[in-house]
C-alpha cells in the first residue's frame, strides 16, 4: 500500500461534493445509519467545539489522558501535511492500510450519494473508533457546532467550549451571538459543559442554553480559574490549587486553554499524573511552533525561524502578545491567508511587533488570497509590506538584508501545511 492508495479515495469523495452546502445533518445521518451507527459504539466522548484553542486544548487532554496510563481517538482538522493526522487510534495515527480500507468502506456504503468531504471522512474516523478500544474519544468540531458532522454523539462524557470569536461568518452568522448560539449546539442534556473564557455575549448564550438542556457549566472565572504565577501554571477549583509547569506549547493563551484541559481532566478525575502531563508531554504543530530542521532552516542561515496557522483577528492578538514576550529580535512575518479571512483584524495586532511583511499567495490553494491583495491589507493595517514568488525566496530575501532577524511564517493552516511538507 501506498500513500497515494488513500489520496485516490479522498480525491473520489471530493468529487461527491454538493453544489450547494446546505448546513444539515441529514446526510450524515443516512451514512451512518448504512454503516450500523458506529457512534453508538464509541469510548466515552469528549466532544469540543469553539473558534480558537480547540485543538491545543484537545492536545493537552489527550497528553493528560495518556499520563495516566489510558488511552485516546483523537479527531481533529484541518490537516496539515497529511490526511492521517486527523485520524489517532488510541494514541497513534491511523495507519495506511486502516485508512485506505475504512475510506474505501464509507465510500461504497454512501453508493455515490451527495456528500461533503468533511461529512464523510467524520464518518470513516467514527467507523474506525467504533472498532478499535480505547478509553476515552476525543472529537473536534470542524465548523460551528450544533450541525457539524461531529455532532452526532446522544449523551457524550463531556463537551467543552473554548473562546469564541467572529469567524466563518457566511456560515455562522454575523454576530457573536449567532456564531455562540451554533457552537453551544453540542451541549447535551444532564452532559457536563466546561467554558474557557470568554465575550459577554457568548457567554450569555451559552448559559441560557445550558440552563434549559440541564447541562452543568464548569465555567472559567466562575468554577476555576487558571493564572501564571512566577514561572508556573496555578490552577483553582473547589477541588483546590494545582501548581504545575508551564505548558509545553508556547503562548500567554495557551494558560487559558491549559485551565480548560485541567477542568475537563479534573471532571474526568484522572488525577495528578494527568495534570502533569498536559502540561509537559502536549505537542500542537504550526502552534507558534520553531522550525529548527530542514531545508527553510538552512535558507535562514542562522535566523529564527517560526511557524504558525492561526488566521482570524483572535489569533492575530495572541500572536501579537507571545511575540512581545521574546527576547527583543527585528521580527518579520511572511503571510499568506485565505480569501474568505478578516486579513485586517488578524494584521493589525501584528502592526505593532513585526518590523516588515512579505505576502506569499498559498501554493495548490484555490481560495487563496493573492499576494498582491495580502500587501496591500498590510500596507493599511500598518505595516510595511512587499510580496514574494515563494516562502524560501521571502526568506532568503530577509536574511540577506537581516541576519539576526526573527522570521514568522503565518496566517493560514493551508500554508502552515505546506510548509511543513516542504521542510520535511
Not at 71 to 99: M, V
Not at 102 to 120: P, R, S, V
Not at 374 to 398: E, K, M, P, Q
Amino acid at each position: 500500500m501506498t500513500t497515494a492508495t488513500s489520496d485516490v479515495i479522498l480525491d473520489r469523495m471530493m468529487a461527491l461534493h454538493p453544489k450547494i452546502i446546505d448546513l444539515t445533518l441529514d446526510r450524515v445521518w443516512r451514512l451512518l445509519s448504512a454503516l450500523d451507527h458506529p457512534e453508538h459504539r464509541l469510548p466515552p466522548v469528549i466532544h469540543i467545539a469553539g473558534t480558537n484553542g480547540k485543538g491545543s486544548t484537545l492536545a493537552m487532554i489527550r497528553a493528560g489522558i495518556e499520563g495516566a496510563g489510558r488511552s485516546a481517538h483523537a479527531y481533529t482538522s484541518p490537516h496539515l501535511a497529511r490526511f492521517h493526522e486527523r485520524i489517532r487510534l488510541a494514541g497513534d495515527l491511523i495507519s495506511e492500510p486502516a485508512l485506505t480500507a475504512i475510506l474505501d468502506e464509507c465510500y461504497a456504503a454512501n453508493e455515490g450519494e451527495a456528500i461533503t468531504y468533511f461529512e464523510i471522512t467524520t464518518i470513516a474516523a467514527l467507523l474506525a473508533f467504533a472498532r478499535h478500544p480505547a478509553d476515552y474519544t476525543l472529537l473536534e468540531v470542524g465548523l460551528g457546532g450544533r450541525l457539524d458532522a461531529t455532532n452526532v454523539i446522544d449523551r457524550p462524557e463531556l463537551t467543552i467550549i473554548t473562546p469564541i470569536s467572529i469567524d466563518h461568518e457566511q456560515f455562522l452568522g454575523d454576530t457573536l451571538t449567532k456564531i455562540a448560539t451554533e457552537k453551544a449546539g453540542i451541549l447535551k442534556r444532564g452532559v457536563p459543559c466546561v467554558v474557557g473564557p470568554q465575550l459577554e455575549d457568548a457567554i450569555d448564550v451559552i448559559e441560557t442554553t445550558a440552563a434549559k438542556l440541564g447541562a452543568p457549566l464548569l465555567a472559567y472565572g466562575q468554577h476555576w480559574h487558571v493564572w501564571e504565577e512566577r514561572g508556573r501554571l496555578i490552577y483553582q477549583d473547589e477541588r483546590g490549587l494545582l501548581d504545575l509547569p508551564l505548558p509545553a506549547l508556547p503562548g500567554a493563551h495557551q494558560i487559558e486553554n491549559a485551565g480548560a484541559a485541567l477542568a475537563a481532566l479534573r471532571a474526568l478525575n484522572l488525577g495528578e499524573p494527568a495534570y502533569d502531563a498536559a502540561m509537559t508531554d502536549a505537542h500542537w504543530p504550526a502552534r507558534m511552533q520553531r522550525l529548527r530542521t530542514g531545508p527553510l532552516v538552512e535558507a535562514a542561515a542562522g535566523a529564527e525561524l517560526w511557524l504558525d496557522g492561526g488566521h482570524n483577528p483572535a489569533a492575530g492578538s495572541a500572536l501579537a502578545a507571545h511575540l512581545k514576550t521574546l527576547p527583543p529580535r527585528p521580527t518579520h512575518l511572511i503571510c499568506g491567508m485565505l480569501n474568505t479571512k478578516d486579513i485586517g483584524g488578524y494584521l493589525r495586532p501584528l502592526a505593532d511587533v513585526a518590523a516588515t511583511l512579505t505576502a506569499v499567495s498559498i501554493p495548490g490553494e484555490a481560495n487563496t488570497l493573492p499576494a498582491e491583495e495580502t500587501a496591500a491589507a498590510a500596507n493599511t493595517a500598518g505595516l510595511t509590506a512587499t510580496t514574494a514568488d515563494s516562502v524560501a525566496n521571502a526568506i532568503r530575501a530577509l536574511t540577506a538584508k537581516d541576519p539576526g532577524a526573527r522570521i514568522l511564517i503565518c496566517g493560514s493552516l493551508y500554508l502552515a501545511g505546506h510548509i511543513l511538507r516542504e521542510n520535511g
